[in-house]
């Protein structure tokens, strides 16, 4: 979509966003900086228990090692590699083997010990700042996107953002990999793509290699990849390099030389698609690809009489959401033959599309979100919540505690339904993000986001929540990501070294 578009659905999108957190989130508390009895602690664990003994842990002799009964040990290469990444803080690992998931940390002086049957959990364990005793349960998906590509930026903001992303334990990378203005995924298949489609097809584009070390690097903090290769909106810039691919739009009689979304009624479409879907399966390792499906604009397909033509065929009269869940249930067709399970944007659901039950709906827009909640769990499907953190809109003042203050589960259901909520994902569009403020903008707000979705519910003292996150952002400066404060405040160590 135009950038002028997104930008009317957001302000749309966050209008009524205040109107679903309007009963207690409207004003911004004014908070007082006190020292949370959990210290530095965030997102805050499941279960905590503050311990009266404390006891000093000696840089010089602090060790991290594999506890004689960890089935995962030295072969492991996961936990050696976030061992090695891990502050010096004292902690004896032990794990029931390479492929854990709930976690728990003792201290038993001198050692502490971390227990996890999962490595995942192991992983997220290593990030613990300094704290006494901690359980951690089962973490929710957490996915955090941003979509590079309206910006075009280096790796080093990446690699920052994924290191910044394990530090809050947020756990997928939502990949919007391609959009409108620019097409940098260099495919195999279909090169011409990135080389016609890029801002340009050598420096702006990313390679295989590319791609491989961003995954590696996400995995090595235990964060899933998921791409999103949105269509048939959003796709202005696959047609400059595939031919045929974006519905030609008319002007009265004659094509006006623009085109519109992706041409759902030739053949050709859906074998490129197959190519494209079979290639983009292999590149990625997780199970799951987004696949978009968002913002379709009708204009183009009304103009077009070829268009005009299927439709009556197709008996779907002048109902183009019809036209559209048409190609929908093709691809998801074509992405099912790949084995990956997918992601979708609410509208897909809304217009009625058949989906796989293993279908993760995104649920995106400001406008009854609650309703739609409560819509797509009812249908049996699990669900992403966004509504609540689109990040890129910015604002004066603390508004990380409007994201703070959400509560996902908070539409009608019963426990059932409840339960397909699998996780939250804060979205920063690029519209206006580069990489000169990616970072700022993100953090601390996404930590915000981060807890909300970690932590138990009953995890809602805003104050509390302001002193520990205030000590957690100064943490995230010291470790070179350049958070911006909270309100007027300074860290201890501040820019030390620069
Ligand atoms: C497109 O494929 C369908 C189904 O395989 C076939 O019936 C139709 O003739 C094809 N259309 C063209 C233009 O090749
Ligand atoms: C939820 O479903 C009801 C019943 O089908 C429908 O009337 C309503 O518009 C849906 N809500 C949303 C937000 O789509």
Known sequence: MSATLRLALLLLAVAVCQGYQSNDID??????????????????PQKVRVSEVSFKLPSASFKIVDAKESSAGPSCSLLQNAYRRSEPLSLLIREENCLMSTDELTVDQPNAVLKASKVWGALRGEALNKLPIITYTKPQIRPCMCNIIRIFSCFTVYLLKQEAMAMNKFNVFHWHIVDDPSFPYLSRTFPQLSQQGAYHPYTHVYTPADVKMIIEFARLRGIRVIPEFDTPGHTQS????QKDLLTPCYSGTTPSGTFGPVN??????????????????????DAYVHLGGDEVDFSCWRSNPDIQNFMEQQGFGQDYSKLESFYIQKLLDIVTTTQKGYMIWQEVFDNGVKLKPDTVVHVWMGNR????????TEAGYTTILSSPWYLDYISYGQDWQ????????????TE???????????CLWGEYVDATNLTPRLWP????VAERLWSAKEVTDI???????SMHRCRLVERGIPAEPLFTSFCPHEYKGV
């Open 463 to 469: 104050s509390d929540a302001y002193s520990r996150l």
């Open 445 to 448: 707000r996404a930590s915000a």
């Open 416 to 426: 059932a339904q409840k339960k397909l909520v699998i996780g939250g994902e804060a």
């Open 369 to 376: 979100v609650e309703e739609e909640m409560q819509n797509v």
């Open 238 to 241: 696959w047609g400059k390099g």
């Open 264 to 285: 759902p009624i030739l053949n050709t479409t859906y074998s490129f698609m197959r190519q494209l879907f079979s290639e983009i399966s292999s590149v990625f390792p």
């Open 402 to 413: 409007k994201y703070y203050k959400v509560e996902p589960l908070s539409f009608k259901g």
């Open 27 to 44: 004003e911004e508390d004014e908070l007082v900086y006190e020292p949370s009895k959990y210290g530095s602690l965030w997102p805050l």
